[in-house]
């Protein structure tokens, strides 16, 4: 009978160790807190191409994005978003305009969230034969842009200018209004007698 209670205590005993080693790994576990940092943007499209945020050194693309992290309290993370990120349609390109959120390095201390913030530009050509024409240019997507030369040279006149290929048309300036895509202009000259 002895032998059977003996075996008992040490049973409970062994049952009440467990718990308590159970119950220590689950405080270490709320103890060991972890946050989500997030990385996103804004002003970028799906034609972005190539690194937009490298995050502890891996990088991360537009289709990654927005790119959530977990981690433990006093974490630090490293991150840059890049100036200039470029796109798959010609003559277009996103610019750096600034980034919501704590400043690289951040030691995590709670939730945060950054954010890169870009703007639109798209590349207008500007092209002439003679004269100092207003020169090639990325242009903010929304704003105004004016090309121009100066005519006549010593030996040549500008007879006018077409714009994106079209037909030519008398004058020495243009201006492009609320640029929504790229653009080209070309001047025409003829030698004067």
Known sequence: ?????????????????VSVLAFSVLITSVNARQYIVTFSQTGL????????VTVNDEAKTYADLPF???????TIIRYNYEDVVLSSVPGKRYILDNVDGP???????????????????????????????????WVDEGSDFTASVTSPTLDWMCTGFSVDGGAYQSGTSHTFIDVQQPHTIDFAWEMQP
Do not use: C, F
Request: aromatic share 8%; hydrophobic share 35%.
């Open 103 to 137: 400043d690289s390095p951040i030691k995590v201390h709670d939730a945060r969230t950054v954010r890169g913030r870009y703007d639109t530009q798209y590349y207008i050509t500007v092209s002439s034969a003679h004269d100092g024409p207003t020169p090639s240019a």
């Open 1 to 17: 009978m002895k032998s059977i209670l003996s075996g008992w205590k040490l049973s409970i005993a062994a049952m009440l160790l």
């Open 68 to 74: 959530i992290k977990w981690v433990e309290r006093d």
């Open 45 to 52: 499209d799906a034609s972005a191409t190539g690194t937009v």
